[in-house]
């Protein structure tokens, strides 16, 4: 009960903290409210940590210390009425942040939203028929990393040494221990097996940010990254499997004409090489999948401050679309690359039509 200050002082020192605390460790405490007679949240928190470090005091006359950014110990109070709950987070720092990333680029998409995208597309299925996956415009290679440990049964939080419930009273080691291993074996098992992977990006510091997060994720080597622009053609290797992408939206000024021509390139590239593939688009501008020959889900995905729709689809396949190094799919998309001096490839109109040309012409028609 915490009908105020002072009951909430009173029930926190009930709590048997030092079942949880060291008496010279570290804590912190937040407070969340929802209809409280205590609507100062920052002062609840004050009395929740004044009775914690008061108990400690009175039993052994030493306390605990307030540490906010890594603390021993992270507690949290939601006041709801008349009632308080006290919560112990042993999760620490937030579970979407996988410890790789730290050279990024502008407006990144969160680990765990990429790890989403990745399942909703239906990318566990397609690593059990051994199919690949491209990300041709991959920023700092969020999508590329979660789709490798996904594909190795990883565990996202494995190696983590900022978890809070590492340094808990109640943490059991030697299960922890045991159960790192065991995960270990299984990414080791699966790692021999990892699927043909590869992301481009027209942005040199993208590319470099990218290279630098694979080594600290462990897939230094495993996963391939270039230098390529959309309109240069991103073509497929290896097995159909999934094209994945986060392009961008545009939503400062002057950047839709920019966005209209990813648009455009983007889907220049899908229907020249991508033949038999499914795409996983994620945009703000559900009227592209009609362009892109591929569905809209009705679910809304929240990237920062921006509702964002996947578009999802499985690419028509033709005979006769020949991929990088003269390979094959059994029903591709119905044109060939261009190699040496043949005939280039009719390029889409975004207007629906087609514009044949040769060398510079499609990337010009393709703007």
Not at 274 to 299: D, K, N
Not at 326 to 347: C, I
């Given at each position: 009960e915490a009908g105020n200050a002072d009951a909430l002082y009173a029930g926190a020192r009930t709590v048997d903290w030092e079942e949880h605390l060291h008496q010279e460790g570290t804590l912190a405490v937040n407070c969340n409210s929802m209809g409280s007679p205590i609507d100062h949240t920052h002062f609840a928190a004050l009395r929740v940590k004044d009775a914690i470090v008061d108990r400690f005091r009175e039993r052994s006359g030493v306390r605990p210390s307030v540490d906010r950014e890594r603390p021993d110990l992270r507690i949290n109070v939601f006041l709801e009425k008349n009632q308080a709950t006290i919560s112990l987070d042993l999760a620490g720092q937030g579970l979407h942040r996988r410890g790789y990333r730290s050279d990024g680029v502008e407006a990144p998409l969160k680990e765990n939203l990429a790890a989403a995208l990745l399942r909703r597309a239906g990318w566990p299925a397609i690593v059990e028929r051994h199919g690949s996956l491209v990300d041709p415009m991959c920023g700092s290679g969020t999508l590329l990393i979660e789709a490798a440990w996904m594909a190795t049964d990883r565990a996202p939080a494995l190696g983590r040494q900022d978890l809070g419930l590492l340094s808990w009273r109640g943490h059991d080691h030697r299960i922890w221990s045991a159960l790192e291993a065991e995960a270990r074996e299984r990414t080791a098992a699966s790692r021999k097996q990892l699927p043909a992977i590869r992301g481009f990006d027209v942005d040199v510091r993208a590319v470099r940010a990218s290279l630098a997060n694979l080594e600290r994720a462990g897939l230094a080597g495993a996963v391939h990254v270039e230098k390529r622009s959309l309109a240069d053609g991103v073509a497929a290797t290896g097995r159909p499997g999934l094209l994945v992408t986060n392009p961008p939206y545009g939503h400062r000024l002057g950047e839709e004409g920019?966005?209209?021509?990813?648009?455009?390139?983007?889907?220049?590239?899908?229907?020249?090489?991508?033949?038999?593939?499914?795409?996983?688009?994620?945009?703000?501008?559900?009227?592209?999948?009609?362009?892109?020959?591929?569905?809209?889900?009705?679910?809304?995905?929240?990237?920062?401050?921006?509702?964002?729709?996947?578009?999802?689809?499985?690419?028509?396949?033709?005979?006769?679309?020949?991929?990088?190094?003269?390979?094959?799919?059994?029903?591709?998309?119905?044109?060939?690359?261009?190699?040496?001096?043949?005939?280039?490839?009719?390029?889409?109109?975004?207007?629906?039509?087609?514009?044949?040309g040769a060398g510079g012409a499609e990337m010009f028609a393709n703007r």
């Open positions: 920019g966005v209209r021509a990813i648009h455009a390139e983007l889907t220049t590239c899908l229907r020249s090489h991508y033949g038999g593939w499914r795409a996983a688009v994620l945009t703000t501008t559900p009227e592209w999948a009609q362009s892109l020959g591929i569905a809209c889900l009705p679910e809304t995905f929240a990237n920062g401050p921006l509702a964002c729709r996947l578009l999802l689809g499985d690419l028509p396949a033709t005979e006769g679309a020949t991929h990088e190094k003269g390979e094959k799919t059994p029903a591709a998309a119905g044109r060939r690359v261009r190699t040496g001096a043949s005939k280039a490839p009719a390029a889409a109109d975004p207007g629906g039509g087609t514009v044949s």
